[in-house]
């Protein structure tokens, strides 16, 4: 865990002028976190109308809200914001595959059965 104050003048600007996950739903995660490290950071997650902000936010942020956090503030009836829009379909930076390859990147290969070959048999590749 980095102190907010890093958070907010290194780690954030950082991805802003560089961002090496494209723009791509990993992209639109970090948006989100930065709204709420904006909101944390001018103490806006002090009062009620903060805190439900945070939580709205968090409810669209990577998986969501824990069970734990569900469980702790039902009444302030949480609703997911709707993620921000990521609409990029070609790739900013040539590293860019090599590096999400070596993070979140396999080879797959599947043998199965299939009535539509000749063999009966049909190979299925995956990136």
Known sequence: MYPL???IHVVIPHFEKD????LTQKYSDFR???SIAELVYNKEHL???????????????NKGLSLNLKQSFPPLGII???RPK????SIINPYWIAGFSEA?????????KSPHTKT????????
């Open 104 to 112: 979140e990147g396999s080879f797959y290969i599947k043998i199965g």
């Open 47 to 61: 009062t009620e109308e903060g805190l439900n902000k945070v939580l709205s936010l968090k409810a669209s942020l």
């Open 80 to 82: 997911a914001i709707e």
């Open 120 to 127: 009966g048999e049909q190979i299925g590749f995956k990136f």
């Open 19 to 22: 961002p090496p996950l494209g």
């Open 86 to 89: 990521v609409y990029e379909d």
């Open 5 to 7: 104050k890093d958070i």
């Open 32 to 34: 989100l976190f930065k």
